[in-house]
């Protein structure tokens, strides 16, 4: 026990020295405040939220772990290229722990009940036709919406209720269709039909949610709305190009890359062996999520657990697959790795119901050992 | 919740696996044309079919025997060194 804590104080003591000294060196280059600032905030904040005592709303030690290091990579990516934008990430991330902290505290308080399942559906939902409602929106909520209605269906599950389990999918689908989310609707529906596979006791099920999952692809024209073909979207020739270590001076900004692909911004900048580090961090975050699912002794917190981990390592795998050519789709955002608003907020969620149901499995297991003292 | 348990775990091997996977394929995708082995290049391409005795000769030139060589597949008799390739096929 003693060893274990040491590593991990000097696992955590690198990581702190490594970002203070990523802003430091820029901010002494460039002089600007706000790099000093983020010098002093960041490694302070990884502090704060690593030594937050153990009860209901501590975050879950070993994935904080993970995804704060990529939180901070983002931070990184734009460093060099404009510090204001820096700032403005920094401000994005601090706003998206209050998510972090909900996801949390929603997760630990949520009894399964029709009425709770079916009006986090309602919401879910609503925020999957905010499109419909108003096309001149210039964000998607999706990934929040998928977080809510992953609630509902592990609800629904959780009652053995199947069929409203898959009707809440289905509406899911088929909004996202409509509003020609495609990698979206993919990466709910393969979401889906795996967490039904997971929780269900029979295989008639899961065979349905898979065909209901296809038809609808078929029926909305899924497979011909995608542009083109393979390697439409591959941006395989700008990570080839990247160089192997960080570099010194900052990279010229590709006119085609999206505004907030900081994945690319941050290979670009600090190399491919960073870049490596960051998928492994996830990868490193999805082993601790499918271990909190298998841990818990409730299968509506499996299912929850197991479509968090499922939603963030489809996302990532989209993205990465789509990077390299083999899918048609536009790269949307790297997990925890973008800059987009809303996709941070449905990140932190997802990792506070990670967190919220590991917090659970410690209470349940210091109740076991409570019992298990007075019983002697 | 056994088979639950058992269904999770494959599940989160299959996504590791999967991830892992595009790293390797990017790996791989860095590495070959780092180490030149590119076969990409028309010019390496038509030089090499040039070079294959297997491949189909260029007609030969009217008048005169001539015998095939490398560079235009034809040369003059007297400059003929027998090739028992080119005799097997009869040209």
Not at chain 1, 203 to 215: E, P
Not at chain 1, 331 to 341: D, G, I, N, V
Not at chain 2, 54 to 61: E, F
Request: aromatic share 12%.
């Amino acid at each position: 026990m003693k060893k274990n804590s040491s590593f991990r104080f000097r696992v955590a003591a690198l990581l702190l020295l490594f970002f203070a000294a990523a802003f430091l060196l820029p901010a002494c280059r460039n002089g600007d405040p706000g790099l000093y600032l983020l010098a002093a905030a960041v490694p302070g904040i990884m502090l704060f939220l690593l030594l937050l005592p153990a009860g209901f709303l501590t975050p879950d030690r070993p994935a904080l772990s993970c995804v704060l290091p990529l939180c901070g990579f983002g931070l990184l990516a734009t460093v060099y290229r404009s510090p204001d934008e820096t700032l403005s990430q920094g401000l994005r991330c601090a706003a998206s722990l209050f998510f972090l902290f909900s996801g949390a505290v929603l997760v630990r308080s949520f009894r399964p009940s029709v009425p709770s399942a079916f009006l986090a559906a309602l919401c879910g939902l609503g925020m999957f036709s905010c499109p419909l409602w108003s096309p001149d929106l210039s964000f998607s909520l999706a990934a929040g919406g998928m977080a809510l209605l992953l609630i509902s269906a592990a609800a629904f599950l959780a009652l053995r209720l199947r069929l409203p389990a898959l009707l809440v999918v289905i509406g899911g689908m088929v909004l996202l269709l409509y509003g020609q989310d495609i990698s979206g609707a993919a990466v709910w529906g393969i979401c889906f039909v795996l967490l039904f596979w997971s929780a269900s006791d029979s295989l008639l099920w899961s065979g349905v949610s898979l065909v209901c999952a296809g038809g609808l692809f078929a029926l909305f024209n899924g497979f011909s709305q995608v542009p083109d073909g393979p390697g439409t979207f591959s941006a395989l020739s700008r990570i080839v190009a990247m160089p192997l270590l960080p570099q010194e001076v900052p990279p010229e900004a590709s006119a085609d890359v999206p505004p907030d692909s900081l994945f690319f911004l941050f290979g670009e900048q600090y190399g491919l062996i960073f870049l490596f580090c960051a998928v492994l961090l996830l990868i490193l975050l999805l082993i601790r999520g499918a271990s909190v699912a298998q841990h818990t002794r409730k299968s509506f917190y499996a299912s929850v657990a197991l479509g968090a981990v499922l939603l963030l390592g489809l996302d990532a795998l989209f993205f990465l697959y789509a990077a390299v050519g083999f899918l048609p789709f536009r790269p949307e955002s790297f997990p925890f790795l973008t800059a987009s608003l809303p996709d941070l907020f449905a990140h932190f969620f997802l990792l506070g119901l990670l967190s919220g149901i590991s917090s659970r499995n410690d209470a349940d297991l210091e109740e076991d050992s409570r019992l298990a003292m007075l019983a002697h | 919740m056994k088979t639950t348990r058992h269904r999770i775990r494959v599940i989160a091997l299959v996504l590791v696996c999967a991830l892992f996977s595009v790293v390797l394929w990017t790996a791989r995708a860095i590495w070959i044309p780092a180490s030149g082995g590119g076969q990409d290049d028309p010019s390496a391409a038509s030089a090499s079919l040039l070079s294959d005795p297997w491949a189909a000769p260029t007609p030969a030139p009217t008048g005169g025997s001539a015998i095939p060589t490398e560079e235009t597949g034809w040369v003059e008799e007297e400059t003929l060194t027998p090739e028992p390739l080119f005799n097997t096929f009869g040209l």
